[in-house]
């Protein structure tokens, strides 16, 4: 059999052979550190026996598909840590995810913070023992059987929604076995000693709420020690930016019982929040956008024709009007395409670009509700572009560079996936090809580098998702663009072409936030709160030095408030240094300093968040100075820590 590598050598061997024993033929290194095999693509475990020609690519835990192998065996070690500790536990799922990996178990008596870390230091046992893990099936009735002696009614339940036919596959190490697809490391050995037991939080089994709670050990792992040091510290940097924390320390949003998912946006978070839009509007504008606004209630049929009712139900909240069902709008395409379809459209009139603001209600596990960054209702930046075929890829590059000021402008890098078609789909296999070869087409003359998620489009149409990396290396999916020939189709769109005849106009939709709330919930992370001034709720804060020189202060005030900047005045009866320690901790740009001097000279002492003291200016100069850095959106860079800026004026 001919077996062709990555980089397009070919090894000839006469009889079949495993991956891991190719892997040796290649490198005893190579065979050390590989994880999994990818057989014509597709992820096999390194015990699969080659018995034809084939491409094969070792993968390392440098490779994704390496490290969630390497996570899913610290998953099952972790898993039979728990059961030598806690026999009487049930199990349940222990998948490999983003960040690390995870178990649900259900104890017989609850599992505490202070119970993690017996768990860890019993996998180090584990994987000091070097137990080989090793693969066998058993037929489905065998296989329930197998995990009924077991007394694991979970796994049971699993294996009864396989097919009847269906061969289960196991792994086992020592003592412990469990119900897997794999792939899995050769020896609980090769988990390494780069993991770590992160947090506990409650899971409905099947992330169903009407389940029973279980509870989920989160854990991570890594190939080496310093790449969990530096996982941990990003954590750590995290914690301190949490947005839920900061957006009550800054003022900008709160939660509440009565409405969870439905965010409350305070004074200072609709300042932010509308010094967004308003900057949505203007490169809106800039490129040939019209803004409009749709319902948020609508009739059923209107769901039914766009194909929402039968693709998103169980994610819509409905509602019965003159005993007539209505769904409060999940998303705003279909109100877009209404817009499109209110008069005769000629192809003189296309592209047409309507963007909306769009405030949308989509029925959110509580489980899943996360601060602004999984909510319940959110205000989403639409566009909904209508386009001749010609004009696709023009339109997706307009798009594309759009994004890609917005994220510019934030200092987020990004890199982008190209979504294919998904199982639950609808539309002709011609459509879905066209529609997929047009993104490519796009995203290969702009020079995208992009990776293809298969599978993960739209039920109408395949998508490109921009994921942005924040400040400390997390990503997070926002932009996207989705190409579309289904709606079009489905509600009869037409415009008249230059032959005179009728023609189906295409449709891309597209966010450049994506929700905005959760958006907001990004940048509060990836800037500490500490906003680019042109962002800043408030931009100035000013600060007498004691109450006689409060006048001068409500001067200064008045004539940032003319000149369009946001200040405040401070006008407590406080220490000056007590003033500035908390401007700091409010995260505020600019802070003026007020007193005798000031007020005799017509000036202002200026500290920032940037670099400590900056001396004394007239108010005109400090004036032209900021308006200047709220104009170009520029983000100043921290010259000095905050400590150090407070040093400084000691």
Same mark, same amino acid.
């Given at each position: 059999?001919?077996?062709?590598?990555?980089?397009?050598?070919?090894?000839?061997?006469?009889?079949?052979?495993?991956?891991?024993?190719?892997?040796?033929?290649?490198?005893?290194?190579?065979?050390?550190?590989?994880?999994?095999?990818?057989?014509?693509?597709?992820?096999?475990?390194?015990?699969?026996?080659?018995?034809?020609?084939?491409?094969?690519?070792?993968?390392?835990?440098?490779?994704?598909?390496?490290?969630?192998?390497?996570?899913?065996?610290?998953?099952?070690?972790?898993?039979?840590?728990?059961?030598?500790?806690?026999?009487?536990?049930?199990?349940?799922?222990?998948?490999? *995810?983003?960040?690390?990996?995870?178990?649900?178990?259900?104890?017989?008596?609850?599992?505490?913070?202070?119970?993690?870390?017996?768990?860890?230091?019993?996998?180090? /046992? *584990? *994987?000091?023992?070097?137990?080989?893990?090793?693969?066998?099936?058993?037929?489905?009735?065998?296989?329930?059987?197998?995990?009924?002696? /077991?007394?694991?009614?979970?796994?049971?339940?699993?294996i009864r929604d396989l097919p009847e036919d269906a061969q289960i596959s196991f792994y086992e190490q020592g003592e412990f076995t469990d119900l897997c697809a794999g792939p899995h490391l050769?020896?609980?050995?090769?988990?390494?000693?780069?993991?770590?037991?992160?947090?506990?939080?409650?899971?409905?089994?099947?992330?169903?709420?009407?389940?029973?709670?279980?509870?989920?050990?989160?854990?991570?792992?890594?190939?080496?020690?310093?790449?969990?040091?530096?996982?941990?510290?990003?954590?750590?940097?995290?914690?301190?930016?949490?947005?839920?924390?900061?957006?009550?320390?800054?003022?900008?949003?709160?939660?509440?019982?009565?409405?969870?998912?439905?965010?409350?946006?305070?004074?200072?978070?609709?300042?932010?929040?509308?010094?967004?839009?308003?900057?949505?509007?203007?490169?809106? !504008?800039?490129?040939?956008?019209?803004?409009?606004?749709?319902?948020?209630?609508?009739?059923?049929?209107?769901?039914?024709?766009?194909?929402?009712?039968?693709?998103? !139900?169980?994610?819509?909240?409905?509602?019965?009007?003159?005993?007539?069902?209505?769904?409060?709008?999940?998303?705003?395409?279909?109100?877009?395409?209404?817009?499109?379809?209110?008069?005769?459209?000629?192809?003189?009139?296309?592209?047409?670009?309507?963007?909306?603001?769009?405030?949308?209600?989509?029925?959110?596990?509580?489980?899943?509700?996360?601060?602004?960054?999984?909510?319940?209702?959110?205000?989403?930046?639409?566009?909904?572009?209508?386009?001749?075929?010609?004009?696709?890829?023009?339109?997706?590059?307009?798009?594309?560079?759009?994004?890609?000021?917005?994220?510019?402008?934030?200092?987020?890098?990004?890199?982008?996936?190209?979504?294919?078609?998904?199982?639950?789909?609808?539309?002709?296999?011609?459509?879905?090809?066209?529609?997929?070869?047009?993104?490519?087409?796009?995203?290969?003359?702009?020079?995208?580098?992009?990776?293809?998620?298969?599978?993960?489009?739209?039920?109408?149409?395949?998508?490109?998702?921009?994921?942005?990396?924040?400040?400390?290396?997390?990503?997070?999916?926002?932009?996207?663009?989705?190409?579309?020939?289904?709606?079009?189709?489905?509600?009869?769109?037409?415009?008249?072409?230059?032959?005179?005849?009728?023609?189906?106009?295409?449709?891309?939709?597209?966010?450049a936030f994506g929700s905005i709330e959760r958006f907001i919930g990004i940048l509060i992370e990836h800037f500490a709160g500490a906003f680019p001034t042109w962002l800043a709720p408030v931009?100035?804060?000013?600060?007498?030095?004691?109450?006689?020189?409060?006048?001068?202060?409500?001067?200064?005030?008045?004539?940032?408030?003319?000149?369009? *900047?946001?200040?405040?005045?401070?006008?407590?009866?406080? !220490?000056?240094?007590?003033?500035?320690?908390?401007?700091?901790?409010?995260?505020?740009?600019?802070?003026?300093?007020?007193?005798?001097?000031?007020?005799?000279?017509?000036?202002?002492?200026?500290?920032?968040?940037?670099?400590?003291?900056?001396?004394?200016?007239?108010?005109?100069?400090?004036?032209? !100075?900021?308006?200047?850095?709220?104009?170009?959106?520029?983000?100043?860079?921290?010259?000095?820590?905050?400590?150090?800026?407070?040093?400084?004026?000691?």
């Open positions: 059999m001919k077996v062709t590598l990555k980089d397009g050598t070919a090894k000839v061997y006469e009889s079949p052979m495993a991956i891991i024993d190719i892997a040796k033929d290649l490198s005893e290194g190579l065979a050390r550190m590989a994880c999994v095999g990818e057989v014509d693509g597709e992820t096999a475990d390194l015990r699969t026996v080659i018995d034809r020609d084939c491409s094969l690519n070792i993968l390392t835990a440098k490779d994704e598909k390496g490290l969630a192998a390497l996570r899913h065996s610290a998953s099952h070690v972790m898993a039979q840590a728990v059961k030598r500790l806690y026999p009487e536990v049930k199990l349940a799922i222990g998948p490999s *995810i983003a960040d690390g990996f995870y178990y649900d178990i259900d104890p017989a008596e609850p599992i505490t913070a202070e119970d993690l870390p017996k768990i860890e230091a019993e996998m180090k /046992k *584990i *994987i000091k023992e070097a137990l080989p893990i090793k693969r066998f099936t058993l037929p489905r009735a065998e296989a329930i059987a197998f995990m009924e002696e /077991k007394g694991e009614p979970y796994k049971v339940e699993l050769m020896s609980t050995k090769d988990v390494g000693k780069a993991y770590k037991i992160t947090s506990l939080a409650g899971a409905y089994w099947r992330g169903d709420e009407h389940n029973k709670m279980l509870t989920r050990i989160y854990a991570t792992a890594f190939s080496k020690k310093e790449e969990l040091d530096a996982y941990i510290t990003m954590m750590e940097e995290a914690k301190k930016r949490d947005h839920r924390k900061l957006g009550r320390e800054l003022g900008l949003f709160m939660m509440h019982e009565a409405g969870p998912g439905f965010p409350f946006f305070l004074p200072k978070g609709m300042v932010l929040k509308n010094t967004l839009l308003d900057y949505w509007r203007e490169i809106h !504008k800039k490129a040939g956008y019209v803004e409009i606004a749709t319902p948020i209630i609508l009739n059923r049929s209107l769901w039914e024709t766009s194909g929402h009712w039968d693709h998103y !139900k169980n994610n819509m909240y409905t509602t019965v009007i003159d005993e007539t069902d209505y769904a409060v709008k999940p998303m705003n395409c279909p109100g877009g395409v209404l817009v499109y379809a209110s008069e005769p459209r000629s192809y003189r009139d296309l592209p047409l670009r309507m963007g909306e603001l769009g405030l949308v209600h989509r029925h959110e596990k509580s489980g899943q509700l996360h601060g602004l960054m999984r909510v319940r209702c959110f205000t989403q930046d639409d566009a909904h572009i209508f386009m001749t075929p010609e004009q696709i890829k023009e339109e997706i590059k307009g798009v594309a560079g759009l994004i890609n000021e917005v994220y510019s402008l934030f200092g987020f890098k990004y890199h982008v996936e190209l979504s294919t078609r998904p199982e639950d789909s609808m539309g002709s296999d011609e459509d879905w090809e066209m529609a997929t070869e047009g993104l490519r087409q796009a995203l290969d003359e702009l020079g995208l580098d992009y990776v293809v998620n298969e599978g993960d489009g739209a039920f109408y149409g395949p998508k490109i998702d921009f994921h942005l990396e924040d400040s400390i290396g997390r990503t997070w999916q926002c932009g996207t663009i989705q190409l579309d020939f289904q709606l079009p189709q489905r509600f009869e769109l037409e415009y008249i072409g230059a032959d005179g005849e009728k023609h189906r106009p295409i449709m891309i939709h597209r966010v931009q100035v804060k000013i600060l007498p030095i004691s109450d006689k020189y409060a006048g001068y202060g409500q001067k200064v005030l008045a004539q940032l408030d003319e000149a369009g *900047i946001r200040a405040e005045l401070d006008t407590r009866s406080e !220490k000056i240094g007590y003033k500035i320690r908390e401007a700091q901790t409010q995260k505020i740009p600019y802070m003026l300093v007020v007193g005798q001097k000031e007020e005799a000279e017509g000036c202002v002492s200026v500290r920032s968040r940037f670099a400590g003291d900056e001396g004394a200016s007239s108010l005109a100069d400090f004036i032209a !100075k900021i308006q200047e850095e709220i104009r170009t959106k520029t983000i100043r860079k921290m010259e000095v820590s905050e400590e150090g800026a407070e040093g400084k004026k000691k």
